[in-house]
C-alpha cells in the first residue's frame, strides 16, 4: 500500500475486513475547519476523548455503513459532528474523516470514499528514557517499585499519535513467556507528552483502577559530566481500555502533580 489515500481496490478490501468484524476502532471528534482534510484532533485541553469501539460493538453494511450496537453513552454527543475514525489493516493504520449521523438504530458512520494512511515518524529522538512506578499493595499497606519496561514497536518522544499505540496494544497478540508466568511483569510506557504518559501492562499481573492516582519518577540522561535529570510527577488514571478478551488494558494517566520546569523540559524533548 503505497501513497497516502487507497486505491479503489484496497479500499474494497479493507471495507470487507471491516465487514468481516475483525478489528476495534476509535472515534475522535475532530475540528469542523479542517474536516475532509488531514482530520485534526481537538486538543487534550478540551477534554473531548477518542472512544475505542470493540468489534461485537459494530455492524458494517456492504454499503459501507457502520452501525453501533449498545454504544457508549458519551459517543452519542458526537452525532451529527465530524469524526476521525481510525484503526488497523494488517498492522497498516488506516483513518476516514466522516460525519456521525443519527439513524432509527442509533449512531451510523458513513464510511467515504477516501480512506488514508496513517503517517508515522518512527525516527526515534536521542532521549534514553527510564521510569519507576510507584504501586500500591492493597494487602499489606506497602509498594512496589517498578522500573517500566519498553518495546521498540512504541517509539517514545517521536510525533506518534497516541491513540495508535493503544489500538496496536490491544490487538496485538500477548506475549507468552512461561519463565514469567506467576511474576509480577511491570507495565510498558507506550506514549508520553508534557500532560500524559500511557502504559500497557496484561491484567494478571497488574491491574490500574480508573480514577485512581499514582507516583512516578522519570529519569533522562544528561551530558557527562552530569548524570541525570529526574522528574517526579503524580497521575491518575483518566481512561482505561481493555482487549476484546479482557486480558490486556491500557492506561491513559494524566499528570496530576508536576513542575511548571518540567513541563517545559518535557515539552522540548517532544520537538
Same mark, same amino acid.
Given at each position: 500500500m503505497a501513497g497516502s489515500e487507497l486505491s479503489g481496490i484496497e479500499r474494497q478490501l479493507v471495507?470487507?475486513?471491516? &465487514?468481516d468484524g475483525n478489528t476495534p476502532i476509535t472515534v475522535t471528534p475532530v475540528d469542523d475547519s479542517v474536516a475532509g482534510t488531514n482530520g485534526k484532533i481537538k486538543s487534550d485541553s478540551s477534554h473531548i476523548f477518542p472512544v475505542a469501539l470493540r468489534a461485537e460493538q459494530m455492524t458494517v453494511?456492504?454499503?459501507? &455503513?457502520?452501525?453501533? %450496537?449498545?454504544?457508549?453513552e458519551n &459517543?452519542?454527543?458526537?452525532?451529527? =459532528?465530524?469524526?476521525?475514525?481510525?484503526?488497523?489493516?494488517?498492522?497498516?493504520?488506516?483513518?476516514?474523516?466522516?460525519?456521525? %449521523?443519527? /439513524?432509527?438504530?442509533?449512531?451510523?458512520?458513513?464510511?467515504? *470514499?477516501? &480512506?488514508?494512511?496513517?503517517?508515522?515518524?518512527?525516527?526515534?529522538?536521542?532521549?534514553?528514557?527510564?521510569?519507576? $512506578?510507584?504501586?500500591? $499493595?492493597q494487602k499489606d499497606g506497602g509498594d512496589l517499585h517498578l522500573d517500566c519496561q519498553f518495546d521498540d514497536a512504541y517509539p517514545l518522544f517521536t510525533p506518534t499519535d497516541r491513540n495508535n499505540a493503544i489500538v496496536r496494544y490491544l490487538s496485538a497478540v500477548p506475549k507468552s513467556d512461561t519463565a514469567l508466568q506467576g511474576k509480577i511483569i511491570p507495565p510498558t510506557v507506550l506514549y508520553i507528552d508534557h500532560e500524559r504518559i500511557?502504559?500497557?501492562?496484561?491484567? +494478571?499481573?497488574?491491574?490500574?483502577?480508573?480514577?485512581?492516582?499514582? *507516583?512516578? +519518577?522519570?529519569?533522562?540522561?544528561?551530558? =557527562?559530566?552530569? =548524570?541525570?535529570?529526574?522528574?517526579? /510527577?503524580?497521575?491518575?488514571?483518566?481512561?482505561?481500555?481493555?482487549?476484546?478478551?479482557?486480558? %490486556?488494558?491500557?492506561?491513559?494517566? =494524566?499528570?496530576?502533580?508536576?513542575?511548571?520546569?518540567?513541563?517545559?523540559? $518535557?515539552?522540548?524533548?517532544?520537538r
Open positions: 471495507l470487507q475486513y471491516l &465487514i453494511l456492504n454499503q459501507g &455503513i457502520i452501525l453501533l %450496537k449498545n454504544p457508549p &459517543i452519542k454527543s458526537y452525532e451529527g =459532528k465530524n469524526v476521525r475514525v481510525q484503526f488497523y489493516f494488517n498492522k497498516i493504520g488506516l483513518y476516514f474523516i466522516t460525519c456521525m %449521523k443519527k /439513524v432509527s438504530s442509533g449512531p451510523a458512520i458513513v464510511i467515504p *470514499a477516501a &480512506i488514508q494512511r496513517v503517517t508515522e515518524t518512527v525516527e526515534v529522538k536521542p532521549h534514553p528514557f527510564s521510569a519507576v $512506578l510507584y504501586y500500591a $499493595l500511557v502504559f500497557g501492562t496484561e491484567k +494478571k499481573t497488574i491491574s490500574f483502577s480508573e480514577g485512581a492516582e499514582y *507516583a512516578l +519518577k522519570m529519569g533522562f540522561p544528561l551530558p =557527562k559530566p552530569l =548524570k541525570e535529570r529526574e522528574v517526579y /510527577v503524580t497521575c491518575m488514571v483518566e481512561q482505561l481500555f481493555s482487549d476484546d478478551a479482557d486480558t %490486556k488494558c491500557c492506561a491513559v494517566c =494524566k499528570y496530576t502533580s508536576i513542575k511548571e520546569e518540567d513541563v517545559r523540559y $518535557l515539552s522540548d524533548c517532544l
